[in-house]
């Protein structure tokens, strides 16, 4: 299930703006990858690339190549909703579908790609993706309610819920803790570590400690100065990122010294 992504020469553009410029990183099937790096730097950009997520913005587009095991996700006649399916994202904050109960958001994504299943195939993909984002246990017993009863970190592991029920090969979070309380942050960091198992994984955070805990990998993206593009600096694994980085940049970045 899970897929190497392959990323090379990649530009991102909004419009006349070069966002991100020349990114080549590969990321390997089951392990977890951390962008890191200061605000405005590209990443939640490059991240939105992965499964064409930036496209909602008018006149975005990027040049270079972005590859699921060996599949351009963006060649001609490459469908973006086929990608999305295949590459999951999770947001900055929870965000359950308000009106929708608990079981219908888990469902919501299988529905909106016309997935027709009997009542015990959807039951069984209810279970089965509420439990793999540690979710069932705390809501079996109230499936009918809304999602937005739920608490933050409940709500957060109800979207996880909702993108792995699409069964993707990739998930994508974007700074999925930021909204979060320290014990619900620890829940998704453990939560990251089981999902790893079965998926590709790529997460932006601005948490130095979460990366250092959760990855595999790390990419450390800087700015040369306001208003130019966001560049890779560095990537290596996550314990020599942040013991024995090759760039000064990336040093000072992760002691605390800019950013």
């Not at 965000?95 to 027709?116: C, E, H, Q, W, Y």
Request: proline share 5%.
């Amino acid at each position: 299930m899970s897929k190497r992504i392959e990323v090379e020469n990649l530009n991102v553009f909004y419009g006349d703006f070069k966002a991100v410029e020349d990114v080549t990183l590969t990321v390997e099937p089951r392990t977890v990858m951390a962008f890191i790096g200061p605000s405005g730097c590209g990443k939640s950009t490059l991240l939105r690339t992965l499964n064409r997520m930036h496209e909602v913005i008018p006149r975005a587009y990027v040049e270079g190549s972005v590859k699921l095991d060996g599949d351009d996700l963006y060649g001609p006649g490459v469908d973006p909703v086929r990608v999305r399916r295949q590459v999951g994202m999770v947001f900055q904050r929870p965000n359950p579908f308000p009106t929708m109960s608990i079981a219908d958001n888990v469902l919501a994504g299988v529905k909106l790609n016309n997935r027709r299943l009997s009542t015990a195939k959807n039951k069984e993909l209810l279970e089965s993706s509420l439990r793999g984002a540690n979710l069932w246990n705390e809501v079996k017993d109230r499936l009918d309610k809304p999602g937005s009863s739920l608490s933050g970190g409940q709500q957060q592991r109800l979207c996880i819920a909702r993108a792995i029920a699409v069964q993707p090969e990739v998930i994508l979070m974007d700074e999925p803790c930021s909204a979060l309380d320290p014990i619900s942050t620890l829940a998704i960091e453990d939560l990251i570590g089981e999902l790893k198992e079965h998926y590709t994984v790529a997460i932006v955070t601005h948490n130095m400690q979460q990366a250092a805990r959760v990855s595999d990998m790390t990419a450390f993206f800087n700015l040369a100065a306001q208003g130019k593009p966001g560049r890779l600096i560095e990537i290596g694994t996550t314990d020599k990122i942040f013991s024995n980085p090759d760039q000064k940049a990336t040093e000072d970045y992760i002691s605390g010294r800019f950013g």
